[in-house]
Structure formats: structure tokens, C-alpha cells
């Protein structure tokens, strides 16, 4: 299931705001996201006007051929990866391909990582948030 939004723009900060055109988010559970206009599970992909529920389940799931029609739908320039309940890391040969795509990488806990793609959204930043 992957659709885009209807409006390139996205603006939103808090969990609380709500944006009806915009991939905000409102709330994340431990098996889903709630956007403004859908439910997600877990795990998937977000990003200003894209979004997908994906088959990557672990960090070692993560690779460029994983990734590449994730970030080829919305142009993005920062990846942030929600690790679930608890922080986890990248291998730093992971880190080093996403990078030779031209993605910086952020790897948080889901909730953090949530919190930290609004944020960036209120920004204008080319951000994309993968939730595993």
C-alpha cells in the first residue's frame, strides 16, 4: 500500500497539529503510525508527500537496493530510522552506502524518530522517516 499525498508542501510540528494534505504524524504505537488521514503498520516508509508500508523488518534488512525506490519516489537528503522501542545502530558498511546515495542517516527510537521527522518537516527539509 503506497500512495502520495495530494499536496506537495508540508508543514507540521507537533503531534497535535493537524494538516489534512500533509504526511504528519499524530500518534505511533508500537505496530503503527497514525498520520493525519491513514493508519500505517509497521514497518514503513514516510516522507513529505509519500508514503508505503514496506517488507524491510530489521536494520540488516537495510541496504541501497531496499532503499532506492523508497527514496527515488520524494527526494530526500536526511533519513531518519526508527529502531522501535529501543536505539539500535547501522552496520558502518550500511551507513557508508546510504551515504553514496547522497542520504545522511539519523537512527533513533520510533517515538524520537517521529517527534524528530515533524520537526524537520516544519523545516521545508528533505526528510524520510523509515519505521521498523
Known amino acids: 500500500m ?35 488521514h491513514i493508519q500505517l503498520k509497521i514497518p514503513c516508509f514516510i516522507s513529505c508527500s509519500y508514503y508505503c508500508e514496506i517488507n524491510i523488518n530489521h536494520l540488516n534488512d537495510i541496504n541501497k537496493i531496499s532503499l532506492f525506490p523508497l527514496s527515488n519516489q520524494d527526494s530526500i537528503n536526511l533519513l531518519i530510522i526508527g529502531t522501535g522501542l529501543t536505539h539500535k545502530f547501522l552496520h558502518p558498511k550500511q551507513q557508508i ?6 542520504i545522511n542517516t539519523e537512527i533513533m527510537n520510533n517515538k524520537s524518530a517521529c517527534r524528530s521527522f515533524n520537526l524537520l518537516l516544519s523545516d521545508a527539509r528533505s526528510v524520510g522517516l523509515l519505521l521498523l
Open 97 to 102: 552506502a546510504i551515504r553514496q546515495m547522497g
Open 2 to 36: 503506497c500512495f502520495y499525498s495530494s499536496n506537495n508542501r508540508c508543514n507540521t510540528m507537533e503531534f497535535n497539529q493537524q494538516e489534512a494534505d500533509y504526511n504528519s504524524i499524530i500518534s505511533v504505537k508500537e505496530y503503527h503510525v497514525k498520520l493525519t
